[in-house]
């Protein structure tokens, strides 16, 4: 049930249009930036925008300005948690073992304050289903007690009715579409 939800998500937001991603994601940027300041120095993890996700750059670079510290995660070629690693707009970028965009090896890794959590499917609790491989939920609960904001970045297409979430499923503090922000938790 879940992968078929998953399926229908991914599908749906591959079928729009890039000029409708690029609106999309410029209203849930706008979302976002009245939601949140990010104080200087303060760490934000983000993803690199892929398969049509919201490309929530403009924020990053918005915040940037203010002092505040990027992160991309590296995805760790085995089930463990992310780790991340430093960026700035100039930082160079290679594919990590899953082919997306993250900093070099030299670049130095960091602890995110915050994370920006990409949503292919969601619901109203904070619970979300991304691309099947476990590794924000995992990342999220090593974390324990210094756990960072969690924040569910992601297209009202994506929202349902219930993820119907497994024990392991970490649920995001927030949810941040285009249609607006809410704190679940």
Not at 122 to 134: E, K, N, P, T
Request: aromatic share 8%; with cysteine; charged share 20%.
């Amino acid at each position: 049930m879940r992968s078929e939800i998953r399926k229908n998500c991914l599908l749906a937001r591959a079928a729009l249009a890039e000029e409708e991603v690029a609106r999309l994601s410029h209203l849930l940027v706008d979302n976002l930036l009245r939601t949140f300041a990010v104080p200087p120095g303060k760490c934000v993890g983000f993803c690199w925008p892929i398969r049509n996700e919201p490309d929530i750059r403009p924020a990053i670079h918005a915040w940037l300005k203010m002092g505040m510290i990027a992160a991309l995660p590296v995805t760790p070629i085995q089930q463990q948690a992310l780790s991340f690693r430093l960026w700035r707009p100039e930082s160079p970028l290679a594919p990590d073992c899953k082919g997306i965009l993250a900093p070099l090896e030299n670049a130095p890794e960091v602890n995110p304050d915050a994370l920006l959590i990409p949503l292919n499917a969601f619901d109203a609790r904070g619970y979300r289903l991304g691309y099947g491989g476990g590794f924000f939920d995992r990342t999220l609960a090593a974390s324990g007690a210094s756990r960072p904001l969690a924040i569910g970045i992601g297209f009202e297409l994506g929202r349902i009715g219930d993820v119907q979430p497994e024990a392991h499923d970490q649920p995001v503090d927030w949810l941040i579409t285009e249609q607006g922000a809410w704190q679940v938790r």
